[in-house]
């Protein structure tokens, strides 16, 4: 009898043991990190990534390609800018959807352009700029977090723009943060709760404009030791320094790879003062990089463009140093998407005899005019052109008693015979996706209340002048957007995935592996990793 009761006694302890192994199983399977980290990096190449593998360090670009899911092609699709892009990686939504087309929007009323985010509601701290997230139709990630939480996880970001601070922070965040380009000062919008500590520690007692004026970008490695360049271009170090008189100076250093040592900086500033991922609820702070600087070259910038690599595979290891000391090796994940750049670049095509041209937006709008004049009878017809659109006088069309559709139909069949123009598509094309290589996702890319009436696309090499911008003209390519994704984290195993990956999935695989919501009008599944 004994020996039955013990026998039932140790089959209990194992019942009770396996119950116990199974409970901590269980529970450290939903365990979730301290912080998350999100990050985005114009003009980051996969090409770049695998030949410059040897010159990075053990803990930057190669710990997230051994550690955690490496997507090699994320594809944005087309008329992508990089504000358009960190919308769609951080609410997992198109411009169609999330109402974030591009950085600038055109202004028909007044026949300006002005930023998507302006927002004369609200007032700068550290800027006279008036920004605002109002103009994002949808949440994202850093909402989700904050809502997941209940608001005791802190949301910060850390931009060279205001685009690319406000979108990543989103709705709910406590701080975005970006440089102002005249003065240098970290600056926000009195639309977030908090100026935090750090961003006045760095204002008034370590301002870049008491720094600039010493500040000189240089190659971080002897300029023999460069893949890619030629013999004649490794003889050519190349210096930029920053005049703090000079009115480009500010503007010029937060493209560089010297403002994205300002950036990581100013986010490890955060961490510290913050306490981010010391408490239960998820923290976030997400950072905004840049490795296509904006160098005035006529033949390029390959050099300094490596040594941004180089240089920000340094900050990242520092960066990730940090938060494994803050949270643990467990205790955070980090994202790095690639996404289209800004920079506008010339080249010298005309060197190498590569055909090429220009298509002047001036001359064609004058032609357009004339043009519907004569057929039409005098009127403005044309009211502007911003960013490869035509937008009509709708107003004008619809008195004269003409049908908008076939009237764009007119302008877009005139367009097609100008030189240069190697496509043509109207708005009511788009919207029915038949325009376009890719009609579905020009359709979901494109905001239609911003829209023009007729849009042209412009031979690769081709230089778009006479915009309005008073920009450098810009060399049209017709590289597809897709760029690399890194995740990185407790949940995420090591693979890489080269199959095409839709960039609108990013952000519910990202929520996934955070075990929070995803943003509301994310509408793909997430990857499987």
Known sequence: MTDKRLYYRWIYSIIASLATTLGATAQTSVERPAIVVGITVEGLSDEYLDILQP???????????????????????????????????????????????????????????????????????FTDETYSPVAIKVSTLADEVRVDSDGDGYVYSVAPQPHQAIIAAGHAANGAYWLNGHTGNWATSTYYPELNPAVNNRNYRSPLSLRIDTMQWTPAIPMEAFPLLSRNQRRKPFKHTYPRKQLDSYSRFRSSALGNAEVTALGLDIINTSGLGKDAAIDMLSLAYSVDPAVTSTTGSKAETIDSYIRLDRELAKLFDALEKTAGRNGYTVFVAGIPSATRTRTDNSRWRIPSGQFSVKKANSLLDMYLMAVHGNGDWVLGYFDKQFYLNRKLIKDRGLDLAAFRGEVADFLARMSGVSGVHTIDDIIASRAGDYPQALKRNTSVPHAGDVFIEINPGWEITDDGSGSSPVTEQSAPAIYPVFLMGPQVGILRIDTPTDARSIAPTVAKALHIRSPNAASLPPVQL
């Open 55 to 125: 010159y990075f360090t053990e803990g930057g670009f190669k710990k997230l390609m051994r550690a955690g899911a490496y997507l090699s092609s994320v594809a944005y699709g087309p008329g992508i800018d990089p504000a358009a892009a960190t919308a769609m990686i951080y609410t997992g939504a198109s411009p169609m959807v999330n109402g974030i087309p591009a950085a600038h929007i055109y202004n028909v009323e007044t026949n300006t352009t002005r930023h998507i985010l302006y927002d004369p509601s609200k007032m700068g701290n």
